[in-house]
């Protein structure tokens, strides 16, 4: 007989177990690579002298221009493929192979600056640019180019190789495997019509139930109650079997594949490289694993290859390749070579759902490799080299544009939440700010803000008064979010389904009739992004004669833009869906989201432009402006507000539209961790705003818990707390005292830093330098911080380690090797100096503190004084933190200015300014940076300037300007730093201050 407690213990591991599934990624609602026939084909491909490529030498040419062409012979096929291999002016080198019947590719990614060549030359036997390890090769089996002195480029005929050089480093080598493949297409009358491969029939999968509901699991609720149950439905691919198909079957879903398969891949090495990083987004670390073969003595390899399509991955699980919401298919490398920095890297431009594999299967121990495998489009990648990150990054973000200069509200803090319920909720959220003198910036409305899911519109009966509600809300400096995603609910009564039905503007199925998938909604349809005269038109609905009760402080936060469908394939959309242009989705399914956050932003750009100029041309100039890296002057409105856009779904080219975030994170320690590496990876691939949700989406927080992520989020570029409806309330006061007093220091530190974070922004914009920078950025020589991804810095001033691990006190910051002294930002004692091999330092982390240094020779723009909100901050002064290297006695710093919310920057060298601060020889100099013709001006004072690591007491500051007199300052001298009160001299003039 079972007793009581026997049957409750059972019953509680029942439970657990129940809990344990609910809470873990569903991974059947998701393919691998052994469900996805182009992968399963070639992931496992091994060299065969009978399936290589090789390149026809005869038919090498090199044009007047410097381009190099060429046939490919396969072994599978009579068809010749056709080689080409352009250099640019930034550096990069371009290699595409084709087939002759065209295949689509996006034309609007690329900007045209990062396009401009330079023309390739060849170098001769005995030529001193020439590797040495091209000398084991005869000399007619390559042909060996150069676009300048740094880089030499050696194309291999038989079997196809390209190699390129830097110096006598092999950096980057493609087709060393032989296992390159394509896929050709079929003629049209190759083509088997499979018009009858369907997928299950709603009769067929359901029983012929009423649906009531699809969830994000995308399985049916009925309406007698039951819900449908996972592997219920037929299984397609049995029904297909012994037809002459193509056809893939997954989850009841069938892709027919009409025009056969199209796969391309080829595998790329990294010879000089120990690590490799990038393919975002994954909660992999940010030196990325193996995903193949095996590693003696080496644990944690992934048994999956990355994959790069975007999903609604709900309750993502960490350490996984798996994919998520977004992705950049750029893989950056780096290695440190008898004390030298070597990086390179790779840029896949081709959207279509690609699996990458990583290894280190070579006798070298830096030496990596990867095989890219993508189910459709081209071979069109670029190449990249340097002899640090920093200039892979500026050949990137030629191509791929910098990241957008946020608004500065848009660095504040962000109050989010699935949902504040109605206005008096609202109003109760910012009134409690208000009592607490607690900065913050923007508060967010989600879903149930709409009347039905029906985006551009209120629910009456909780938000009557919209305007109103965003006027009281701005009138204190601040501005307000609200959700529109893709899916358009299919009301014949609702005005935005309506018109997009009229005009034919809707995805398409297969057969020509509008795309029908279920979301938040129900039956939803879906906007086509990828066609301009689309975006043309949702942009237009942001206009507030649209978009009524909308204002100009309201700004838009794009969700489920993967797509994500409940009751598709993946919880997305059925590949076979078409564009407008007839395209299948399969070929731009990870541009959309992209597509969409251009769009939204193009649409808060034009709405200002609007109200200003109603027939202004200011739109376009907007758009050819947002990848401009040069001034140029162009007579449009000023004052037209910047866009705010916030996106879930991403691919490259992200970062000139707006900000992303990691989606659906868990409030747990472990997703605290991995957050860092995650948003280190995107910054890496040029996307610097992004942020992880603070406090985790799902579950409850403990006090601690949300207090260290609080802390950590003041230091990631974007900053949001955010929390699903069924948790508990967490506005930064619900945990009581000491709590509350905590997480507004972090708040008020993050706010104190805003001048320091607007102007490493603006070199991100200008340069594609990341904001969050992983540690072997700034220290690429330094070998200990290779795989390093516990603590990073935000521009090249501060370094941060977030404390991740619950009852810590304590944690271990590395100083890297020759960075100097380190001082404690808030009491700015020395805490330890990183010497020739690097230094490990013990720091108190009690939690009411970040540990965050400053780096030795370095100046820090802050503004001390506490406001409720940024914009109020706008007329504030600024204090001067330098901390000075103590061999050199110098320190420097750039501080931008403009107007902190408009365009005008764009094209009005009057408009912003670029100051240089430097500190040498005892005298600290305010002037315009070098490059910059920035000439605007403002009423900014300096009202404070500190210095620590000076190695003497001065006996006299003076002030030195170019209109007035020299004036003798006061200052003191206090354990070790010099505070110098009140120079009031303006930030945006020229000035000499003289230690003497």
């Known amino acids: 007989k079972i007793d009581k407690m026997t049957n409750l213990l059972i019953s509680l591991l029942i439970l657990l177990t129940v809990l344990n599934i609910v809470l873990s990624v569903d991974r059947s609602k998701f393919r691998t690579c052994a469900d996805t026939g182009f992968c399963k084909r070639y992931r496992y491909k091994t060299s065969n002298s009978n399936e290589q490529f090789s390149l026809d030498s005869s038919s090498v040419n090199l044009s007047p221009e410097g381009w190099l062409s060429g046939s490919v012979i396969t072994g599978e096929s009579t068809n010749q493929l056709k080689l080409s291999i352009v250099a640019s002016l930034t550096g990069a080198i371009r290699v595409r192979i084709v087939e002759n019947l065209p295949r689509w590719q996006p034309d609007d990614i690329l900007l045209s600056d990062g396009l401009i060549s330079q023309p390739l030359s060849t170098i001769s036997t005995g030529d001193s640019r020439l590797p040495i390890a091209l000398s084991k090769y005869s000399s007619n089996s390559y042909l060996a180019l150069s676009a300048n002195d740094d880089i030499v480029l050696a194309v291999h005929f038989s079997p196809l190789k390209i190699e390129l050089y830097r110096g006598q480093y092999l950096v980057?080598?493609?087709?060393?495997?032989?296992?390159?493949?394509?896929?050709?297409?079929?003629?049209?009358?190759?083509?088997v019509d499979r018009n009858d491969i369907l997928s299950l029939s709603d009769e067929e999968r359901h029983g012929g139930k009423e649906i009531v509901d699809f969830g994000e699991d995308g399985l049916a609720t009925y309406a007698d109650g039951t819900k449908e149950e996972r592997g219920s439905s037929l299984d397609i691919g049995r029904q297909l079997s012994g037809i002459n198909s193509y056809a893939e079957s997954f989850q009841g879903h069938t892709d027919a594949m009409t025009r056969g398969p199209l796969s391309v891949g080829v595998d790329i090495s990294f010879p000089s490289s120990s690590h490799v990083y990038g393919l975002p987004e994954h909660t992999s670390p940010l030196s990325l694993p193996t995903t193949i073969g095996s590693t003696v003595g080496k644990e944690g390899v992934y048994r999956e290859p990355f994959r790069l399509y975007n999903l609604d991955v709900f309750d993502y699980e960490l350490n996984e390749p798996m994919a998520l919401y977004g992705n950049v298919p750029l893989l950056l490398a780096h290695g440190v070579i008898d004390g030298t920095s070597v990086s390179s890297g790779i840029f896949w431009f081709n959207p279509s759902e690609t699996f990458v594999d990583i290894s280190d299967n070579h006798p070298s121990e830096?030496?990596?490799?990867?095989?890219?495998?993508?189910?459709?489009?081209?071979?069109?990648?670029?190449?990249?080299?340097?002899?640090?990150?920093?200039?892979?990054?500026?050949?990137?973000?030629a191509l791929t544009g910098t990241q957008q200069l946020p608004p500065l509200f848009a660095l504040g803090y962000h109050q989010c939440r699935w949902n504040y319920r109605d206005e008096r909720d609202v109003a109760t959220v910012e009134k409690t700010f208000e009592e607490l003198d607690y900065p913050f910036d923007v508060i967010w409305l989600?879903?149930?803000?709409?009347?039905?899911?029906?985006?551009?519109?209120?629910?009456?009966?909780?938000?009557?008064?919209?305007?109103?509600?965003?006027?009281?809300?701005?009138?204190?400096?601040?501005?307000?979010?609200?959700?529109?995603?893709?899916?358009?609910?299919?009301?014949?009564?609702?005005?935005?389904?309506?018109?997009?039905?009229?005009?034919?503007?809707?995805?398409?199925?297969?057969?020509?009739?509008?795309?029908?998938?279920?979301?938040?909604?129900?039956?939803?349809?879906?906007?086509?992004?990828?066609?301009?005269?689309?975006?043309?038109?949702?942009?237009?609905?942001?206009?507030?004669?649209?978009?009524?009760?909308?204002?100009?402080?309201?700004?838009?936060?794009?969700?489920?833009?993967?797509?994500?469908?409940?009751?598709?394939?993946?919880?997305?959309?059925?590949?076979?869906?078409?564009?407008?242009?007839?395209?299948?989705?399969?070929?731009?399914?990870?541009?959309?989201?992209?597509?969409?956050?251009?769009?939204?932003?193009?649409?808060?750009?034009?709405?200002?432009?609007?109200?200003?100029?109603?027939?202004?041309s200011y739109l376009t100039s907007y758009l050819n402006a947002i990848g401009w890296q040069k001034e140029k002057q162009v007579d449009i409105p000023k004052n037209i507000p910047r866009s705010f856009v916030l996106s879930r779904a991403f691919w490259a080219g992200s970062q000139r539209f707006g900000a992303i975030w990691t989606g659906d994170n868990k409030a747990e320690w472990g997703h605290l961790a991995i957050s860092t590496p995650m948003l280190l990876s995107l910054n890496l691939a040029g996307i610097s705003f992004s942020g992880a949700d603070v406090g985790g989406f799902m579950g409850d927080p403990s006090?601690?818990?949300?207090?260290?992520?609080?802390?950590?989020?003041?230091?990631?570029?974007?900053?949001?707390?955010?929390?699903?409806?069924?948790t508990k309330r967490r506005e930064p006061w619900v945990y009581g005292e000491p709590y509350t007093i905590y997480l507004r220091s972090f708040a008020m530190l993050r706010y104190t830093l805003l001048p320091y974070w607007y102007s490493t922004f603006y070199l991100a914009y200008k340069l594609g330098t990341p904001v969050m920078r992983a540690m072997f950025v700034e220290f690429p020589n330094d070998a200990n911080v290779l795989s390093m991804d516990d603590q990073y810095l935000v521009g090249d001033s501060l370094?941060?380690?977030?404390?991740?691990?619950?009852?810590?006190?304590?944690?271990?910051?590395?100083?890297?090797?020759?960075?100097?002294?380190?001082?404690?930002?808030?009491?700015?004692?020395?805490?330890?100096?990183?010497?020739?091999?690097?230094?490990?330092?013990?720091?108190?982390?009690?939690?009411?503190?970040?540990?965050?240094?400053?780096?030795?020779?370095?100046?820090?723009?802050?503004?001390?004084?506490?406001?409720?909100?940024?914009?109020?901050?706008?007329?504030?002064?600024?204090?001067?933190?330098?901390?000075?290297?103590?061999?050199?006695?110098?320190?420097?710093?750039?501080?931008?200015?403009?107007?902190?919310?408009?365009?005008?920057?764009?094209?009005?060298?009057?408009?912003?300014?670029?100051?240089?601060?430097i500190y040498s020889n005892g005298a600290l100099v305010n002037a315009n940076a070098n490059d910059s013709v920035g000439s605007y001006k403002n009423s900014n004072l300096v009202e404070r300037i500190v210095i620590v690591g000076s190695s003497f007491i001065p006996k006299r500051v003076i002030v030195r300007q170019s209109n007035n007199e020299d004036r003798e300052l006061v200052f003191n001298y206090h354990n070790n730093v010099i505070t110098v009160k009140k120079p009031d001299v303006n930030v945006s003039e020229d000035w000499l201050i003289v230690f003497e």
């Open 172 to 191: 980057i080598s493609i087709n060393d495997r032989s296992l390159i493949h394509y896929e050709q297409q079929l003629s049209d009358s190759q083509l």
């Open 366 to 397: 830096k030496f990596k490799q990867s095989h890219w495998i993508s189910e459709s489009g081209q071979i069109d990648l670029f190449l990249f080299s340097g002899n640090s990150p920093n200039g892979i990054f500026k050949q990137y973000a």
């Open 446 to 616: 989600d879903i149930e803000h709409t009347d039905g899911k029906r985006y551009f519109t209120w629910d009456k009966n909780v938000f009557p008064n919209p305007i109103e509600m965003q006027r009281n809300i701005s009138s204190h400096g601040r501005k307000m979010v609200t959700i529109v995603d893709p899916h358009v609910k299919r009301d014949s009564n609702y005005y935005v389904h309506r018109i997009a039905t009229e005009k034919g503007l809707y995805i398409k199925n297969k057969d020509g009739s509008d795309f029908n998938g279920w979301c938040w909604p129900g039956d939803s349809s879906y906007l086509d992004f990828t066609d301009a005269s689309v975006r043309a038109w949702w942009a237009e609905q942001f206009e507030t004669n649209n978009y009524q009760g909308s204002t100009e402080d309201l700004f838009i936060w794009n969700d489920m833009n993967e797509p994500s469908v409940f009751n598709g394939p993946e919880v997305s959309m059925t590949k076979e869906a078409k564009n407008r242009l007839g395209i299948e989705h399969r070929e731009w399914h990870n541009l959309l989201g992209m597509y969409m956050q251009r769009a939204t932003g193009e649409g808060i750009v034009r709405r200002g432009t609007k109200l200003r100029e109603p027939d202004s």
């Open 703 to 726: 006090a601690e818990l949300f207090t260290r992520w609080y802390a950590a989020g003041a230091f990631n570029s974007f900053f949001r707390g955010h929390a699903h409806h069924d």
């Open 799 to 917: 370094l941060v380690k977030p404390v991740t691990e619950a009852g810590a006190t304590q944690t271990k910051v590395y100083l890297p090797a020759g960075s100097g002294v380190w001082y404690d930002l808030l009491t700015l004692s020395a805490v330890g100096e990183g010497t020739k091999n690097g230094a490990e330092i013990v720091v108190d982390a009690p939690l009411d503190k970040i540990p965050v240094f400053i780096r030795s020779g370095k100046i820090l723009p802050r503004k001390l004084r506490l406001r409720r909100s940024s914009k109020l901050m706008f007329y504030d002064p600024y204090t001067l933190f330098i901390a000075l290297d103590q061999n050199t006695q110098s320190a420097s710093g750039l501080l931008y200015l403009d107007d902190e919310y408009s365009t005008a920057y764009l094209t009005d060298p009057l408009q912003y300014a670029v100051r240089s601060l």
